[in-house]
């Protein structure tokens, strides 16, 4: 990576470990990206508004501050950063929670340096994916894209239904886009995260479940007999074909 890039692909990590912030921060910036730092959740949270990152490393466990409510409090003043979250190994309810609030992965303690990086890369790809990786055959050509009573723009990111503005994480519109230009195909959960999420969970495919259920919260005026998103029953989701 060149300065130029450097200078513009800063990850900011934000742990209350010093050993661990230690780490990641020699790993990451060996992977050719600036790193700042914070060892507390209010000024990690402060940091991510003033330094604008690209990333943010986030532990669940922090003074001042935790994971969650940073997570939470930059959702609500619309920071769509991508979040990358570090959870204990058990804190199952807190990464669905995390997940719910609007971060877009997560890691069990203890990891590798390696995986820390490897996931880093993959969520910038998808990010910039929306303007560059995305495949041809996955955007319509026209702008905005009906189905039923739902307007997606795919060029603004924005999703209405009814003239309503629904306020949607990055990673949701993304499977709702994808799902939706491939209405009336069925995806297992597995397809979804490679679609989606751009890399393999190998058995985290609950991350596909949260993320459809919060999008049903939004978009379904039943979420127990969804209208747009069908639950396959031992397979996975298709979106139904739903006319105007």
Partial sequence: MNGEERALTKI??????????????????????????????????????????????????????????????????????????LTAKDDELDKIIGLELGADDYLTKPFSPREVVARIKAILRRSAGKATDVEPEELPKEKALQVGELKILTESYEVYLQDELLDLTPKEFELLLYLANHRGKVFSRDQLLDAVWNYDYIGETRIVDVHVSHLRDKIEADTKQPRYIKTIRGFGYKMENVKS
């Fill in 12 to 85: 900011l990590v934000v742990d209350d470990e010093s050993s661990i912030v230690t780490l990641l921060q020699f790993n990451i910036e060996k992977a050719g990206f600036d790193v700042v730092t914070a060892e507390d959740g209010r000024t990690g949270y402060e940091l991510a508004l003033s330094e604008k990152p690209d990333l943010i490393v986030l532990d669940l466990m922090l003074p001042e501050m935790d994971g969650i409510e940073v997570c939470k409090q930059l959702r609500q003043d619309k920071v769509e950063t991508p979040i990358l979250m």
